[in-house]
């Protein structure tokens, strides 16, 4: 009885820890992301092409 309520809560443990690492890891790539789309729009509000920007090409 004893060593099976131990074992849920390591199984608990390694689950939360499991989610924070996904969490972390989730915020980090939306981090990244945010940052290169910034970046995007800084490149494309600095273009001198004549105000037409070819989306097709």
Known sequence: MITSI???SMNM???K???SVDIAM???TMDQ???A???LVQVISNA???G???TYA
């Open 52 to 54: 037409n920007i070819d």
């Open 6 to 8: 131990a074992a849920m």
């Open 48 to 50: 001198t092409l004549g």
């Open 13 to 15: 443990h390694a689950a």
């Open 26 to 28: 989730m915020k980090e």
């Open 33 to 35: 992301q945010t940052m």
């Open 37 to 39: 789309m910034e970046q």
């Open 17 to 19: 820890l499991q989610q």
